[in-house]
């Protein structure tokens, strides 16, 4: 059983930048698919950006290409989302996910594990 703790949002203006961190305990992390999704108000969760457990494939929405990074430090069994040039519609709560398949998904029902989430907000 794994356990995550999702971190690091907050309220930033257009233009602005946050890094959310995804703390796992209670499994073997490097064996595992990590994510990164968002749900924003009466709107269905959406993948945002994927990255293989070794760290050295990622993937990511089209959204947020280009202005979002993730990226994984297995010493310390945590997860990174880096958020940068954000906007209003980037508005959300944010978690992470955790995938013990071998084929990584951009689809929610596929991961495991979820963290609380953290809410993040884009004034313009």
């Known amino acids: 059983q794994v356990q995550l703790v999702d971190s690091g949002g907050g309220l930033v203006q257009a233009g602005g930048s946050l890094r959310l961190s995804c703390a796992a305990s209670g499994g073997t992390f490097s064996g595992y698919i990590m994510a990164w999704f968002r749900q924003a108000p009466g709107k269905e969760r959406e993948f945002v950006a994927r990255?293989?457990?070794?760290?050295?494939?990622?993937y990511y929405a089209e959204s947020v290409k280009g202005r979002f990074t993730i990226s994984r430090d297995n010493a310390k069994n945590t997860v990174y989302l880096q958020m940068n040039s954000l906007k209003p519609e980037d508005t959300a709560v944010y978690y992470c996910a955790a995938d013990s398949n071998v084929i990584p998904s951009t689809r929610a029902i596929e991961y495991d594990y979820w963290g609380q989430g953290t809410q993040v907000t884009v004034s313009s």
């Open positions: 990255i293989r457990s070794r760290g050295f494939s990622t």
